[in-house]
């Protein structure tokens, strides 16, 4: 036999499966806002007109983008314990998988920022708003528009990402596949299903991100030469 | 020591560099109440920087900016600091408005939302109130029908009243303009001189950098040639435009009347 259908129905079914979805889906969501997080001050101080606030985001950057985040994972979940900082299997892929994306986004949202014309924080200033209400009320909201489709593409890769995760035994989706092929022996069904819920999850976030790309550009007017009615209010 | 003089803005011994450059070599301006300051010159001779000097958008490397009887960037007594914090700063500058050469609106807002954007985020006044003021600006600078385009949908012209009106907005008591009508198609010129020339009626204080000498004659009651980082000669408008004493003067008065 070659295919077994009713395995491959059994499985998809699968609550133990189902739950490692869940558990992927939640890491990569953890992980995801420890990105978003560290990768805001990363940006923010790679803008800092000041070298040593600069500095240390600028290595932060480099030093994670430059290494595999498999190796940095393993690291910090069998490496630390020898430093006395002993991490437990959750947080370290949270940690890990966070620390790693935030290196990523920070490069996002810096470009996303410094896309944004100069004219609009000087004219923002010259009104009398302070740095923090320049960013939140002028440069945020336009960075958006050109942030949030790479963001996106990120969430994605993070949840796919996540499943390294499964190496410091963390019972994630591949984690809980690979656990039921050794006491199943059904290899392909369980792969098959185990690719098509990632594909699932994938896709619901695709459909999410189309939703999110047409809300940041609510506010975006057509473009100049497109001519305006007289009588347009 | 504040000003003796009843100056709105003073400029006292302004330096400025960028790098190695010496931009601003020493510039000294007073403007009082109600009066039209027109400043021209020719291009890369520092008009823009010292305007932005005057709202602290640069920062002097010496010499005082005092407006309204405070000296800008001036740390608050006893806050131990070596600058004033960036909510002081920005506190002063409410009392300055500015208009950009490229009008610089808020391209997310609406013409409205952009006019109310100061009041709103900055002196936290009420939404009625805010509203009714940017519509009463919107309709001072002919453009009560363009309250929700946002900037992508109106001209050249229009963007520039808007972004006058924004600065009205915060009822500053001086109006900076950096060649207002620089990057506006010729037929545009018009309106928003217009809207320059009501506003001096009106008795605002400006200070205003522009090639319009024309402009310059019946709005300012004062004109200073600025070249090289330095204030060269200034007087009445007839004097300098009809009359001008510095050969330099002379010369760019000429230069900008083959131009047009
Ligand atoms: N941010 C800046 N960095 C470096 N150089 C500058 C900057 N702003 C202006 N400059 C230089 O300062 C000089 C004066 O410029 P500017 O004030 O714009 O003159 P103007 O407005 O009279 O044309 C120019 O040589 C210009 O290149
Ligand atoms: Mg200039």
Redesign the pocket.
């Known amino acids: 036999m070659i295919w077994d259908w009713e395995a491959f129905f059994h499985y998809i079914h699968s609550p133990y499966l189902l739950t490692g979805a869940g558990v992927s889906l939640a890491l990569s969501i953890g992980a995801m806002l420890i990105g978003l997080v560290l990768g805001g001050c990363a940006a923010m101080m790679r803008m800092s007109e000041q070298r040593w606030v600069r500095l240390p985001a600028s290595g932060y950057v480099w030093l994670f983008r430059g290494t595999p985040v498999l190796v940095q994972l393993i690291i910090i979940y069998t490496g630390l314990p020898q430093l006395g900082l002993q991490l437990g299997v959750v947080a370290s892929a949270l940690i890990g998988l966070g620390v790693n994306e935030g290196a990523y986004l920070a490069e996002i949202i810096r470009s996303g920022i410094s896309a944004v014309p100069k004219g609009q924080f000087e004219a923002a200033r010259a009104i009398g708003m302070t740095w923090p209400k320049t960013m939140r009320i002028v440069v945020l909201p336009q960075a958006m528009r050109i942030i949030i489709p790479p963001l996106g593409n990120a969430f994605n890769g993070l949840m796919k990402t996540s499943s390294l995760a499964s190496v410091i035994s963390m019972e994630e989706l591949l984690r809980r596949t690979e656990l039921l092929v050794q006491v199943q022996f059904k290899v392909l069904e369980i792969f098959i299903v185990s690719a098509l819920y990632y594909l699932f999850l994938t896709t619901v976030w695709g459909l999410i991100q189309s939703r999110l790309e047409a809300y940041a550009s609510r506010s975006v007017a057509p473009a100049a030469n497109v001519p305006v009615p007289a009588d347009a209010t | 020591m504040p000003p003796e003089s009843s100056a709105i803005v003073e400029a006292r011994g302004v330096h400025k560099h960028?790098?190695a450059?010496h931009?601003l070599k020493g510039v000294d301006l007073a403007v009082s109440k109600g009066e039209v300051v027109v400043i021209i010159?020719?291009?890369?001779?520092?008009?823009?920087?010292?305007l932005?000097t005057l709202n602290f958008l640069?920062r002097p490397d010496s010499g005082e900016i005092w407006v309204n009887g405070a000296a800008m960037g001036a740390p608050e007594a006893g806050s131990g600091r070596a600058k004033l914090s960036d909510a002081g700063l920005s506190r002063q500058r409410r009392q300055i408005g500015m208009v950009f050469q490229q009008f610089n609106l808020f391209s997310h807002m609406t013409a409205l939302e952009n006019v109310m954007s100061g009041p709103i985020h900055v002196l936290k006044t009420d939404k009625a109130a805010a509203l009714a003021d940017a519509k009463r600006l919107l309709a001072l600078v002919g453009l009560a029908d363009k309250e929700a385009s946002y900037p992508g949908q109106l001209s050249g012209g229009q963007q520039q009243r808007v972004a006058i009106a924004r600065a009205l907005a915060m009822h500053p008591s001086v109006m900076l303009f950096?060649?207002p009508t620089s990057s506006l198609d010729p037929e545009m010129v018009a309106e928003v001189l217009q809207v320059m020339l009501d506003l001096s009626q009106r008795g605002m204080t400006m200070v205003i950098?522009t090639h319009e000498i024309q402009f310059a004659r019946k709005a300012a009651n004062r004109i200073l040639f600025?070249e090289n980082?330095r204030i060269i000669e200034e007087g009445r408008p007839q004097d300098l435009v009809d009359s001008p004493r510095n050969e330099r003067t002379k010369q760019f008065l000429n230069m900008v009347a083959e131009g047009s």
């Open positions: 960028f790098g450059t931009v010159g020719p291009s890369g001779g520092g008009k823009s920087t010292f932005r640069d950096d060649e950098v600025m980082g």
